[in-house]
C-alpha cells in the first residue's frame, strides 16, 4: 500500500513529463534564421582542400571556396574565379585573369598569389594531395601581376582549365598553413565550427563576391551514417537534404508525403577489375569471355536495385564524347564458354573475387557476377575484406575485384590515369599495357579541335572494348532526399551538393 | 519465477524447461540446415526483401537469402563459438585456479595479482584492438573471447580449492606421496566440478553475447557467413521495409541464451544443497 | 587506507602505460598505413612516402612511442593525423557526450532498478516478481545493439513517435534534445536493469529475513519504517556497488549504442580512429576510457570494503 502510492506519484511525474517533452516542436528552422540542414552517411575527414576526397568534404568545399572554374550541371565549365582565361597555340601555357574585388573570410583581398600558393601546395607531396597526380602536368605557376596567373606545362594540355575547377583545386589564402583547423575562403558561406563524427556549421558570407547569393543565412553539415535514421530525420523536418541515398533505402520514402527522391546519373561508375599481368586474365581470350558473360542489365537489377544506367567506360553516358554506336550486348554464352575452352578452361575455372566488405554495393556488384558466371562453368568464391585490407593489399595485387570510383571532370581525366601505361590508377588496377591506347590518349591531349577530340575519345572507347582490360558495368544514379519546402535544389552529375542557391520555403 | 523454476521435487523445474528448450534449439541447429531446401548463402535475388510466407516461412532477406535458414545456421556458429571460448576458459582457468588454491603462497599471489591486471582493462576494448588486428574467424573470435573469461574461472576454481584442500583425502594423498598435477587433477578437480560448471554454463551465454557484438561491430566473422550479430548489423538498412530480418536472429539468440541460462540457474540450485551437504 | 589507494593508483598508471604499448603495438600491425588512407588508394608510391616521412613514420618504433607519450604526459594529445587539428578538444567533446548517455542511464537505471527489485522482495512470489523476474532476463539474453534495433523498429518506424539518432543541439530545444537522447537511454537501461533490480531484489530479501528487522517488527514498527529505516538502508548497498561497476562497464560499452543511434560519442569517435590507422587519436581514446574505467572500478572497490563490515554485523543504528 505505502509502497504503491509512491510508486504511483512517480510514474504520474514521469507521464506527465514524458507527454509534455514528446510535443516540443521538432522541426528544425522555424525560428527567424534560416538554417539549410543536409545530412551526410560518411564523415568530414579533413577541412583541408588539399585533402577532400569524399561527398560531404567536397560540398563543404562548395560552400566555403570557390576554384578557378567551375563544372555545372550540364557538365560544362563555366568561370568562378577566373573571368577568362586563354591558351598557346601549342596548349602549354594558360593564362587566367582573376575577379576583381573578391575577398577571402578574413577581409584581405585575392590576387595571383593565392592561385599560385595554392597550386604549389597541392604539388607539394607533404601536403598529401589526392590530385597531385593531376596536377603535375604544370611545369610552374607564376603571378604575372596582381591579378593574372600563368601555368606553363611540361606538355600540351587541353584541359587544364577543367582541372583547376576540379574539388581540391579551391584557392586558399597566400601563405595561410592554419586551414585545417581555420578554414578560409572565399566562398558563399563563412566556416564557423565542426565536431568530427557530428557537424559542420557555416554562416553566410555577407560580402560574397556574387550578388544574390547565398540565400540561407547557416548551413549544417551532418554525419549520420546510419541510412534510416537519416530518413526519419528527413521525414520528421530535423534534416532538409539527405545527401547519397543507398538505392535500397529510397523505397523507405513514402514519396511525395513530406520529402521526393531526385536523382540523375553521376559519373562514378562500378565495374570489374582483372589484372592483366596474372593468370588467368593475362590471356584476353579469358577477359573477352568475362564480358561475353556478363548482362549488364541483370548486374543492375541485382547491385543497384535497377537504378544504374549501363555504360562500358569512365566517360559519362551523358558525355558528347560517349560511344552510343555500341548497342549493350546481352549476355552471349555460347562465345563466353567457347574463348574460354580456346584459352584451356573446358573444364571450368575456379576464381575468387574480392571487394571492400563495408560497401554493399560492391558486395552485390560481386554476387551478380558469381551468379552470371556460374552457367558458363566459372566458379567464384565471395572474399570481403575491411577497407583498409582492400586498398592496402588487394587492389591491383590480386586477380579479380570489384571497383567503384567517383566521376572524374573531364574525358582526360577520366581515362588517362587508368589506360595509360604509365597512369598511376592503371598501376594499382589492372595493369594494363597497350602502345595503341598510349598513342591514342596522348593525341587526345594535344588535339585541338572538339572534332579531333571526339574522333579520338572514340576510338579509346571502342579499344577499351576490345581489349577489355577490365569490365565498367553502369554509373550509379546519384539520388538525395529533399524535403518539399526546399527550392532552387538541382542534383549535380558530381554528386556533391551546391547550396549556395538554395532556399527554405516557410 | 525463480522460484516456480526450482520448485519440482528432484530435478528443479528450470532444468526441465531450460533443457527441453535448450534442446529443440540444438537440434533445429543441427537438422535444420540439413533439412531446409536452402543453402544460407543461397540468393534468389527476385524475391528479395519479402515478408513471411509458405515458400519463405520467415521471409528473405536483401540479397533473397532464407531468413530461416540463416538464423539456423547462426545458431550453429554462435554454439560452437559459445562452447569453444568456454573450452578454452575453462582449460586455462581451471588449473591455474586449483594451483593457486592448493598451493597458495607466492604463486597463488602472482597468479591472482595478473588476473587483476587483465580485468583491470575494459574488456571490450581489449577484445576489439585484437579483434581489429587479427584476420576474423571463427576460431579467433572463440579464443580471444575465451582470454577474456579464464579470470572469473580461475577465481571459482580457486575459492573451491580454498576450501577443500585442507580436507582429509587431501592429506591422504600427500601423505602418501602423490604428485601435485595428480592431487590437482584426481583429487581437488572432482570436488571443484560442481561450480565450475555453473560458471561455465554462464559463460556460454557471455560468450555468446560477446561475439555478437563483435560480429556486430564488423569484427567478427564476415560476409556471407549467416552470424547472428553480423545478419542484425546488415538488417539495419532495411528497418523500415523488412524488419524481420533483425528480428529473426535476435529472437533465436534470446531464446538460445534464456534457455541456457534457466539450465544455469537450475544447475545452481541444484548443486547448491548438494555443496552444503558436503559439508562447505 | 590512503596507503592502498596509493598503491591502487601506481598500479593503474602502470597498467595506462602497459595499454598504450599493446595499442601502439596493434595499429602498427594492422595492414594498411595512415598515409595511404589520406592519399587515396590509387597513390604512387612516391606520394604516399614523402606523407608517411612528413608524419614521421619512417622512425624505428620506439622512437615514434617516445615522442607521442614525452608528449602526452605533459598534456598534449596531439593533432589528428587525418584531421589534422588537435586532439584534446575533440576526444573531450566527445567524452562529454558520451557522460551525459552514460549518467542519465545510470540515474534511471537507479530509480528503476531499484523500485523493481524492491517490489519484487516485498511481493515474493507474486505475478509482479514473476514479470519483473522475466523482464530482467529478457533484457540480459541478448546484447544492447538488439533492444536498440527493436525499439527503433516500433517507436520509430511504426509508431513514429521519436527519431532515431541520438543527436541534437540544446539550441535547438532542450524538449528535442530530450526526445532524441530517450531511445539509446532506454536500449541502455534494459541491459543493466536486470542486474540492478535482482541484486536489490535478493539483498532486501536477505534483510527483510534478518533477525533485527524482524525485531523491529516484533517492537510494532510499521512495515513502511522497517522497510525504508532498516531493510533498504542495508539491502541498498551492494546495489550501490554494482552501479558503481556498471558506470565503468558502461563507457566501455557505450560504443555499441552509440552505432546504432548515430551518436557522436567517444566509442563511436574510437571505431572512426582504429578504421583510419590514426594512431595519435586512438592512444587518446583508449588511455582515457580506460582510465575511467579503472577509477570507476576503483571507486565501487572501496565502496564495498567500507560498506562490507557494516553488512557482516548487519546493524544500522535505530
Redesign the interface.
Known sequence: M??QSW?MR?TAVLAIVTS???????E?GAQSKSTLVASFAT?I????PA?F?NLPEYSYGNLVFNALAYIDEDLKLQPDLAESWQTSDDLKVWTFKLRDNVKFHDGRPLTADDVVWTVQRILD??T???I??NLQIVKSVTAVDRLTVRFELNGPYADLASVLADYPARIVPNGYTDL??HPIGTGPFKFVS?????RLVAVKNENYWEKGYPKVDEVRL????????????LE?G?VHIVADI?P??I??IRSGKAATVQSVPSGTWMGYVMHNEKPPFNDIRVRRAFAALVDKEEVI??ASFGTGTVTHSPIPPRHPYFLNEVATPKADLATAKKLLADAGYAKGLKLKIWYP??D?EQ??LA?ALR?MAKKAGVDIE?S??????F???V?GKESLATTMLYGRPTPDTQTY?WYHSTG??N???WHYSNPKMDALLEAARAAKTEEERTAIYKDVQRTILEDVPGIVVYVKAISHGVRNNVEGFSVSPRAWLELKGVSLKN | MMDFLSGGRRVPRGFIVGGVLLFVIVLMAIIGPAVSPYEYDQMHIMDRLKPPSARYWLGTDEFGRDVLTRALYGTQTSLITGVMATAVSLVIGVPLGLLAGYRRGIIDEVIMRFLDLVMAFPPLMLVLLVAAVTDPSVWKTAFVVGLLFVPSVTRVARSITLDVSSKEFVEAAEARGERTSYILFAELLPNALPPIIVEGSLRVTFAILVAAVLSFLGFGIQPPASDWGLMISQARRFLAQAPWIAIVPGLFMCLTVVSISIIGDGLREYLDPRMRRAGR | MFVYLGQRILVMTLLLVVMSILVFCAIHVLPGNVAILILGDSAAPEHVAALEAKLGLNDPLHVQYWRWASMFVTGDFGESLVMERPIAPIVMEALGKSLVLASCTLLIVALVGITLGVISATRRGSIVDHGASLFAYLGISVPEFFWGIVLIIVCVNYLGLLPASGNADISDGIGNYIAHLILPIATLTLTLLAHVSRMTRSSVIEELESNYVKAARAKGLPERIVLFRHALRNGLLPTITVLAYDFGWLIGGIVVVETVFSYPGVGRLLIFAIERHDLPLVQAIVILMTAIYMGANLVADLLYTCFNPKLRYGGAVE
Open positions: 505505502v509502497q510508486l512517480l509534455l517533452l514528446l510535443c516540443w516542436p521538432k528544425v564523415g575527414n579533413s577541412l583541408d585533402r576526397g607531396p607533404k598529401g594531395s589526392r597531385r597526380a585545417a583547423k565542426f565536431v568530427p563524427g557530428d551532418m554525419h549520420i551514417p546510419e541510412m534510416s535514421s537519416a530518413i526519419t530525420a520528421s530535423s543507398r535500397e533505402s523505397s523507405q537489377k541485382i566488405s563495408a554493399a558486395e552485390r554476387l551468379e565471395l570481403g575484406v575491411p577497407n583498409d585490407k586498398y592496402g593489399e587492389e590515369l598511376s590508377w598501376r594499382n588496377m
